[in-house]
């Protein structure tokens, strides 16, 4: 079965700086790498997810990088905000297996 | 508006008396997901249903079962809760490999 590890499980920074989440995966039939969002008390929310015909997405202020070879892909937000605060999840999918198998996550703290 | 809905958002349950969770979509997505998490900890998955297709994870407990009726519903029923099955459970929905919209949570309490 799929292992997703993430890294690290907490992390602070000052507004206005960069914060980078890793994830590694162990199947290498996974092809679907979402990346969730859980404030506190409420439901994950996807922010950006990555399929593995591609090895970069960037929306706005956040990107997802994926390298196949490695098996590992990464979160990158840039010029963090307080209301960036949150627990942030990886999780990877196999293509035709909805099973999804979550990182431990990661609990981001921006300083104002 | 709600497009995954669960019912109750609180549950109490005594030790060993069987509870229903319920969950609900307008979204019409052919995938619906149970996951339990526990505080500071990642969803884990337990079952979904691909369609009618029910898929069981290989480590989910048998107190643990799961109903789809329609392609709106779906519900999970926990046989015999113990204290260890206090948790939230989230139920989520997707079209297919994408992205999951989860329901706000049933929070169990086992007394």
């Known amino acids: 079965g799929e292992n997703v590890e993430q890294h690290p499980s907490t992390l602070s920074v000052q507004e206005g700086d960069s914060a980078v989440i890793k994830c590694t995966y162990s199947d290498s039939a996974s092809n679907y790498f979402p990346w969730y969002k859980q404030e506190l008390g409420k439901r994950p929310q996807l922010i950006i997810d990555?399929?593995?015909?591609?090895g970069e997405k960037k929306d706005q202020r956040i990107a997802v990088t994926l390298n196949k070879t490695a098996k590992h892909f990464s979160l990158h937000i840039t010029e963090t905000q307080p209301e960036d605060s949150a627990v942030y999840f990886c999780a990877a999918s196999i293509n035709n297996n909805n099973d999804m198998r979550f990182g431990a996550g990661t609990r981001l703290t921006v300083k104002p | 508006d709600a497009m995954v809905i669960q019912n109750p958002r609180y549950q109490v349950t005594q030790f060993g008396k069987p509870v229903t969770l319920s969950c609900s979509q307008t979204l019409n997505h052919n995938v619906m997901y149970w996951y339990q998490q526990k505080s500071s900890q990642a969803p884990k998955l337990l079952f979904h249903?691909?369609?009618?297709?029910?898929?069981n994870e290989a480590d989910t407990p048998d107190n643990f079962q799961s109903r789809r009726p329609n392609t709106s519903f779906c519900f999970l029923d926990i046989r015999s809760p113990g204290l260890g099955d206090a948790a939230m459970y989230l139920c989520a929905t997707s079209v297919g490999v994408s992205e999951q919209y989860f329901g706000p949570g049933t929070r169990l309490t086992v007394t």
């Open positions: 249903y691909y369609d009618k297709d029910f898929n």
């Open positions: 990555i399929r593995s015909n591609v």
